[in-house]
T-cell receptor, first 115, second 116 residues
Framework: DSGVTQTPKHLITATGQRVTLRCSPR?????VYWYQQSLDQGLQFLIH???????AKGNILERFSAQQFPDLHSELNLSSLELGDSALYFC??????????????FGPGTRLTVL | AQKITQTQPGMFVQEKEAVTLDCTYD???????LFWYKQPSSGEMIFLIY??????QNATEGRYSLNFQKARKSANLVISASQLGDSAMYFC?????????????FGKGTTLSVSS
């Protein structure tokens, strides 16, 4: 158990809909990263939040957005869903000691299926 | 260009044998970190081992060791005495820059199958 929690574990929805994925980092970790894993694109970085502030964006679509709340949990919002958004979405948390070498610990993932 | 290259899509090994999973990386940064993660069929990503670019000794964690050859830019994972439970996808990943808050860059992964 990594200490990172994600809900829900599975999500099935229809095209055009909007969903929210939730992540709680390990106790004490200020950073949350979101990644998408799909068969064709592999594991891709979406967005990074540190202590409530957005720090970096990767290959995140404009239809996707995220935020990190004062209690440090994070939510990833996916809207106007398309079939191609079906994927496994991970969040990972890290302590960020300042060395850049901190391990990122992953949650169990949310498997999104868009029908 | 690929920053992390894993050239072995699949590897097959018998129980109790050692196996090496290859990983080469590409970066111009002097400070970086290299990681290996395991993803079983259940889907979770499990951290296995870490190697820093300035570490002179190869990292070891139980049955896992990382064969770090900096000049060749390789960071191979060695699993000693394979077990059936080692069957999974293995990902090599890198964090660049030596600063806090950089995302992981992943390779495409290697599927390891361990048979009895």
């Amino acid at each position: 158990d990594s200490g990172v929690t994600q809900t829900p574990k599975h999500l099935i929805t229809a095209t055009g809909q909007r969903v929210t994925l939730r992540c709680s980092p390990r106790s004490g970790d200020l950073s949350v990263y979101w990644y998408q894993q799909s068969l064709d694109q592999g594991l891709q970085f979406l967005i990074h939040y540190y202590n409530g502030e957005e720090r970096a964006k990767g290959n995140i679509l404009e239809r996707f957005s995220a935020q990190q709340f004062p209690d440090l949990h994070s939510e990833l919002n996916l809207s106007s869903l398309e079939l191609g958004d079906s994927a496994l979405y991970f969040c990972a948390s890290s302590a960020e000691s300042g060395t850049g070498t901190d391990t990122q610990y992953f949650g169990p993932g949310t498997r999104l299926t868009v029908l | 260009a690929q920053k992390i290259t894993q050239t072995q899509p699949g590897m097959f090994v018998q129980e109790k044998e050692a196996v090496t999973l290859d990983c080469t990386y590409d970066t111009s940064d002097q400070s970086y970190g290299l990681f290996w993660y395991k993803q079983p069929s259940s889907g979770e990503m499990i951290f296995l081992i870490y190697q820093g670019s300035y570490d002179e000794q190869n990292a070891t964690e139980g049955r896992y060791s990382l064969n770090f050859q900096k000049a060749r830019k390789s960071a191979n994972l060695v699993i000693s005495a394979s077990q059936l439970g080692d069957s999974a996808m293995y990902f090599c990943a890198m964090r660049e820059g030596g600063q806090a808050g950089t995302a992981l860059i992943f390779g495409k992964g290697t599927t390891l199958s361990v048979s009895s």
